[in-house]
């Protein structure tokens, strides 16, 4: 089973927008950290926004915030005006128990002008 | 601080002959990470390391793969004999240890692209 879903393989959003990325992850642990990470066509991963499984309110790191539906699995990543050099891959992560990562698949973001 | 180091950042060898990519992480941080990114199967964590000491390496594919730690600030992952299949990119990441709570993110070097003919 997929510890992390990402249903939407490509996304685009004008610039200037709000845009809204979906992540549902899957643990039976108490104890996790969803993380969100950012591909830019050159390559690197740039982390973006953490949010703990007891956190009570929703992370917020600029521009990015996180909606996190802890009864539902959700842990979607908004990113509110968009720019252009927001347009990368975006990647949904989930650690749990040790130091064990689990990235998602991946969402394709293009901000258009 | 100068982030994670990889090197080589790109690599070109024929199919048989052996690969060695290396990763310095950033001074003071707890865990190693190797991972694999190619379209087809997305991000792969091949095995990662704490204190050194391999954790767990199931995610490594085949015994042509293997990763040491010899000290903390320096790590290997060695494939031979090297395949097609095994072009890929190769990120190396290294973390903090904290308590399970607390954001441990990790810090992705710029990762090597191997490429097998």
């Known amino acids: 089973a997929q510890k992390i879903t990402q249903t939407q393989p490509g996304m685009f959003v004008q610039e200037k927008e709000a845009v809204t990325l979906d992540c549902t992850y899957d643990?039976?642990?108490?104890?996790?950290?969803l993380f969100w990470y950012k591909q830019p066509s050159s390559g690197e991963m740039i982390f973006l926004i953490y949010?703990?499984?007891?956190?009570?309110q929703n992370a917020t790191e600029g521009r990015y915030s996180l909606n996190f539906q802890k009864a539902r699995k959700s842990a979607n990543l908004v990113i509110s005006a968009s720019q252009l050099g927001d347009s990368a891959m975006y990647f949904c992560a989930m650690r749990e128990g040790g130091q064990n990562f689990v990235f998602g698949p991946g969402t394709r973001l293009s901000v258009l002008p | 601080d100068a982030g994670v180091i990889q090197s080589p950042r790109h690599e070109v060898t024929e199919m048989g002959q052996e690969v060695t990519l290396r990763c310095k992480p950033i001074?003071?941080?707890?865990?190693l990470f190797w991972y694999r990114q190619t379209m087809m199967r997305g991000l792969e964590l091949l095995i990662y390391?704490?204190?050194?000491?391999?954790?767990?390496d199931s995610g490594m594919p085949e015994d042509r793969f293997s990763a040491k730690m010899p000290n903390a600030s320096f790590s290997t992952l060695k494939i031979q004999p090297s395949e097609p299949r095994d072009s890929a990119v190769y990120f190396c990441a290294s973390s903090l240890a904290r308590d399970r709570t607390s954001n441990n993110e990790q810090f992705f070097g710029p990762g090597t692209r191997l490429t097998v003919l």
């Open positions: 643990t039976s642990d108490p104890s996790y950290g």
């Open positions: 001074s003071g941080h707890d865990y």
């Open positions: 949010q703990g499984s007891y956190d009570q």
């Open positions: 390391f704490n204190n050194n000491v391999p954790i767990d």
